[in-house]
């Protein structure tokens, strides 16, 4: 009688113990400590439809990189509604890196060494009309944005993390040919235009338009992986402004 009471007891204890698990796990949207890992050509990540990026007059976007193999590679395509041209953007084909701004494409010679873990980033800002593609704390491209170009990026558009793509009538077709083959982590966005120290400073902080989170993120057939070797592990702090 009483070892079966003890039973019960433990049996409820754990019983609670796990649910209260399980409630922590499925109301935690955190990606922190995950990555995406872009192992075929099906493998893609979108921009969830509740996560809208707002009209910015200055911008900071990063992205951690792994790459495979030697292969033209796309990091991410940000399109504005209606448009084929890439409003913003960063790919990679041989030994260069290529930024796009407002349709424009730069291209500048820039190899990252495959099988290490490689954090990329693009500023913007309209006071200064000046994009920077700042790799690893350090400035490899800085362009002078032309005048006649927006002052602004344009708001509630299509991003899509490994692959390029466009919208027809709106369907979102992937596009081929340039697939990301390797992992990927921590793609934040902030609305302020940092510098590279402040980049570097921010490694391991949120971005306060788009986050390293589930609710920022649609995953169709290519779910984040655990990895507990990141740099900034399970946990992270927030900018806000």
């Known amino acids: 009688m009483n070892i079966n009471l003890h039973l019960t007891k433990l049996q409820k204890t754990f019983f609670f113990s796990f649910t209260v698990l399980l409630m922590t796990s499925s109301t935690n949207p955190s990606l922190w400590g995950q990555k ?10 979108q921009l969830s439809q509740t996560c809208n990026v707002p009209s910015l007059q200055e911008l900071s976007v990063c992205v951690d990189l792994w790459r495979q193999i030697v292969t033209s590679w796309t990091a991410f395509v940000y399109k504005k509604p209606g448009e ?23 291209t500048v010679a820039y190899d990252l060494p495959l099988q290490q ?7 913007w800002s309209n ?3 000046e994009l920077q593609l700042i790799v690893n704390g350090t400035v490899g491209l800085r362009a002078h944005v032309h005048d006649s170009a927006p002052s602004n990026l344009a708001p509630n558009g299509t991003l899509t ?3 390029s ?32 120290q ?14 390293w989170s589930r609710n920022d993120w649609e995953y169709p057939g290519c779910p984040p ?6 740099k900034c592990g399970e946990t992270s702090l927030n900018i806000h402004a």
């Open 36 to 45: 995406a890992a872009f192992l075929g050509h099906s493998c893609y990540w």
């Open 84 to 106: 084929l041209d890439i409003e913003l953007g960063l790919a990679g084909k041989g030994g260069n890196l290529k930024a796009w701004l407002f349709g424009t494409e730069w």
């Open 117 to 123: 873990w490689h954090t990329v980033c693009l500023t």
């Open 127 to 129: 006071r200064s009309r």
């Open 161 to 163: 993390l490994g692959v």
């Open 165 to 196: 793509h466009s919208v027809i009538g709106g369907i979102m077709d992937i596009e081929t040919g340039t697939n990301f083959i390797g992992e990927m982590t921590m793609f934040r966005m902030w609305r302020q235009e940092l510098s590279p």
């Open 198 to 211: 402040q980049l570097v400073d921010l490694k391991c902080v949120s971005g306060n338009v788009v986050t």
């Open 225 to 230: 992986v655990t990895d507990n070797k990141l």
